[in-house]
T-cell receptor, first 112, second 115 residues
Framework: DQQVKQNSPSLSVQEGRISILNCDYTNSMFDYFLWYKKYPAEGPTFLISISSIKDKNEDGRFTVFLNKSAKHLSLHIVPSQPGDSAVYFCAASPNSGYALNFGKGTSLLVTP | GAGVSQSPSNKVTEKGKDVELRCDPISGHTALYWYRQSLGQGLEFLIYFQGNSAPDKSGLPSDRFSAERTGGSVSTLTIQRTQQEDSAVYLC?????????????FGSGTQLSVL
């Protein structure tokens, strides 16, 4: 069963605007949450993470928000750039040291 | 190279044949993971190695799947008697150790097609 869900398979945003990618999870034991970015024909690369003791983590144009009560997290990219066009995977684990559970990914297209 | 290396990048095989996929992790990384991504699906965990500890095989979908990691470095994922549903991109990743799983470094994957 899918414990990490990304319900939007694709998203299109204009350059300069905000991109918001959403992720829901079902396992209340998850404590670590991560976003990975994947370009075609490449492996995923780590983007940003957040632990359950925080509700926000920011790194440049990327911010991840965590709402534990709703079992929901989101990735905000602002301003969006064409180079951000990629597939974004949400991932979670119960603790550092456990294998990550990945969502199905959201394909982001940033148009000029 | 400095990154995780996987070979072959593409593999086409006939149903019923065995295949071996290779992963060369980043030097010094003690943790190694295999994932696969079937069409339209997320990354599915298969198996995890940490140093000399017994591997976590909980994600292997059937006994046709096995993996080894020799000398704590190179890993081989073997699929016996391949089936069409085994078609997927098989991704290998490594990290410094098990406590840094957010810093997984992925290879480019092996695209396996079973005809």
């Amino acid at each position: 069963d899918q414990q990490v869900k990304q319900n939007s398979p694709s998203l299109s945003v204009q350059e300069g605007r905000i991109s918001i990618l959403n992720c829901d999870y079902t396992n209340s034991m998850f404590d670590y949450f991560l976003w990975y970015k994947k370009y075609p024909a490449e492996g995923p690369t780590f983007l940003i993470s957040i632990s359950s003791i925080k509700d926000k983590n920011e790194d440049g144009r990327f911010t991840v928000f965590l709402n534990k009560s709703a079992k929901h997290l989101s990735l905000h990219i602002v301003p969006s750039q064409p180079g951000d066009s990629a597939v974004y995977f949400c991932a979670a684990s119960p603790n550092s040291g456990y294998a990550l559970n990945f969502g199905k990914g959201t394909s982001l297209l940033v148009t000029p | 190279g400095a990154g995780v290396s996987q070979s072959p990048s593409n593999k086409v095989t006939e149903k019923g044949k065995d295949v071996e996929l290779r992963c060369d992790p980043i030097s010094g990384h003690t943790a190694l993971y295999w994932y696969r991504q079937s069409l339209g699906q997320g990354l599915e965990f298969l198996i995890y190695f940490q140093g000399n500890s017994a591997p976590d095989k909980s994600g292997l979908p059937s006994d046709r799947f096995s993996a080894e990691r020799t000398g704590g470095s190179v890993s081989t994922l073997t699929i016996q008697r391949t089936q069409q549903e085994d078609s997927a991109v098989y991704l290998c990743a490594s990290s410094v150790n098990r406590d840094t799983n957010e810093k997984l470094f992925f290879g480019s994957g092996t695209q396996l097609s079973v005809l």
